[in-house]
């Protein structure tokens, strides 16, 4: 008997794990040395969790046994009420915060709450996967609007207006922005903001990256402009606080809640169905939140994060036909390669030619719903000596497929 996925997966595709990396592995597994510039897990690369986060989850244990509220403890969402504050997004109460086992199972749980098939959703090209998968599988339909690499990677608000219809129900930022490193400006968010008032949509922003910013780049929470808007707004421990894999994170409702009553019903049933996200995690939010901000040293120029996506982006910038755009936050580059020098017709067969024969794993930037074959991303957590490497051995393969 032949066991064929649902037809709700035909238009679900999640290429940071595709099959590029499963040759990866493989070649790993015969004893190959693979340089890995592919998923921003910062542990693997010897960044440590804050000290006193690891204790509060350990201290918590004994009382994490049983399941918890489905929306999380208590301490851990008054923590996430009181980070809200200091934001200036205002109105936020302990019942409008979610935990969840990551962004991840919250990004899916507040599109399944919210589509109907063929409802659209704006999203960022190029954006974090994720949101493209999880809007396909909640029945929806992904709109790709632009951002500009010619305006270091903001959203093209013009396109985004051209595209919204009758059926768009919500707009999605990712900021800071995950794969470009665009950190978007205030003015930039309060025209989104007044584009969804204007034309009644959700907005969810994606901040998961929120302390990851370099070169004293500020980052405004789009909620805190947008008082009159529903927002959802997405955190979490897996890149401030360098712990991903404790699977934990929150989603922070704000606005005019009391037109969304049944909306919230419908997240309520489906947290309820998850029964709670992972409890031992939940206990490591207030310590990470209320401790001391380890990170903001990392993002200094001569902290790890802030010279390795320096020493990145340089390298990428003096590779003949490479140029990319020096990253604002977050952990990535995404460089675009010159076509006319580079005449690339596939970049998933570009990404699997680099493994093969430089050993090097990047994720091609299709992958990120990126319209074009002609980038890539490469993350920035690998050390400055490994970069090196890999960015040399990077200029070595394109020398072979140069025009
Ligand atoms: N959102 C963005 C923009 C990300 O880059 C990632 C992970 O890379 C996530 C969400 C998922 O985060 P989590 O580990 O909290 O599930």
Request: glycine fraction near 8%; hydrophobic fraction near 40%; include cysteine.
């Amino acid at each position: 008997m032949q066991v064929n996925q649902s037809g709700k997966l035909s238009n679900v595709c999640y290429d940071i794990r595709g099959p590029v990396l499963k040759r990866a592995k493989q070649l790993e597994a015969e004893g190959h040395r693979i340089l890995k510039l592919h998923i921003g897990n910062p542990a693997p690369f010897g960044f440590e969790a804050p000290p006193e986060l690891i204790q509060d989850m350990i201290r918590g244990l004994p009382e994490a046994h049983g399941y918890s509220d489905s929306k999380g403890i208590l301490p851990a969402r008054r923590a996430v009420v009181q980070r809200c504050e200091q934001l200036g997004i205002a109105g936020v109460d302990v019942e409008d915060v979610y935990l969840g086992n990551g962004v991840s199972e919250l990004i899916v749980m507040t599109l399944q709450a919210l589509l109907n098939d063929g409802d659209q959703v704006l999203i960022p090209a190029p954006d974090y996967p994720l949101w493209t998968a999880a809007v396909s599988l909640s029945g929806g339909t992904p709109v790709h609007y632009r951002c500009d690499e010619a305006a270091d990677w903001q959203p093209d608000l013009d396109d985004i207006e051209a595209k919204i219809t009758d059926r768009t129900r919500a707009i999605v930022i990712i900021n800071p922005n995950n794969p470009t490193g665009a950190v978007y400006s205030r003015e930039v968010l309060a025209r989104i903001a007044e584009l969804a008032r204007r034309r009644n949509l959700l907005i969810f922003s994606d901040e998961i990256y929120d302390k990851i910013l370099y070169d004293g780049a500020a980052h405004v929470p789009i909620a805190s402009l947008a008082p009159d808007v529903l927002c959802l707004t997405f955190g979490g421990l897996s890149k401030n606080y360098r712990v991903a894999g404790f699977r934990s994170g929150w989603v922070v409702l704000s606005g005019p809640k009391e037109h969304a009553e049944s909306y919230i019903e419908g997240l309520d049933i489906l947290a309820n169905m998850r029964l709670c996200p992972n409890v031992p995690a939940q206990y490591a939010i207030q310590a990470a939140l209320g401790g001391h901000q380890s990170i903001e040293d990392l993002v200094l120029p001569t902290g790890r994060l802030g010279e390795q996506r320096d020493r990145a982006a340089k390298l990428l910038n003096d590779l003949p036909g490479v140029s990319c755009v020096r990253p604002r936050g977050a952990l990535y580059v995404f460089p675009r390669l010159d076509p006319e020098m580079y005449p690339i017709a596939d970049d998933v067969r570009f990404a699997f030619d680099l493994l093969e024969q430089q050993r090097i794993l990047v994720v091609q930037g299709t992958g990120f719903n990126w319209p074009s074959t002609d980038h890539f991303r490469v993350v920035t957590l690998q050390h400055a000596d490994e970069l090196e490497e890999a960015i040399g051995r990077i200029g070595d393969f394109l020398e072979t497929i140069r025009r």
